[in-house]
Nanobody, 124 residues
Framework: QVQLVDSGGGLVQTGGSLTLSCAAS??????????MGWYRQAPGKQRELVAS???????KYADSVKGRFTISRDNAGRTVYLQMKGLNPEDTAVYHC????????????????WGQGTQVTVSS
């Protein structure tokens, strides 16, 4: 099993920055995890993939966050960070850490492992 604990959300003003963290733990299956990343869900909207990173270091970003968000992973591959800069009210959402064996798909319903979510609120 794999447990994900995400943290770092909060309230920030437009133009501000936040860094989210996601720590993975567990036994057995955790060694098969290749991709980790973040989805977000704003009220009344579908959960969307924000950024992902593989064990090899390949990254992907949603168009809406390119150039503002940076995803990284520690050397052990068990903690993932999402550095968010230039935040605006459209970034307000619950951000969920996610992990899977191959990749993080655009369709969130097939993802195997989830964190509990952390709220990010950007005030105007």
């Amino acid at each position: 099993q794999v447990q994900l604990v995400d943290s770092g959300g909060g309230l920030v003003q437009t133009g501000g920055s936040l860094t989210l963290s996601c720590a993975a733990s567990g036994t057995g299956t955790i060694f098969s995890i290749n991709a980790m990343g973040w989805y977000r869900q704003a009220p009344g909207k579908q959960r969307e993939l924000v950024a992902s990173i593989t064990s090899g270091g390949s990254t992907k970003y949603a168009d809406s966050v390119k150039g503002r968000f940076t995803i990284s992973r520690d050397n052990a591959g068990r903690t993932v960070y999402l550095q968010m800069k230039g935040l605006n009210p459209e970034d307000t959402a619950v951000y969920h850490c996610a992990a899977d064996r191959v990749t993080l798909p655009a369709v969130w319903t097939s993802v195997h492992y989830w964190g509990q979510g952390t709220q990010v609120t950007v005030s105007s």
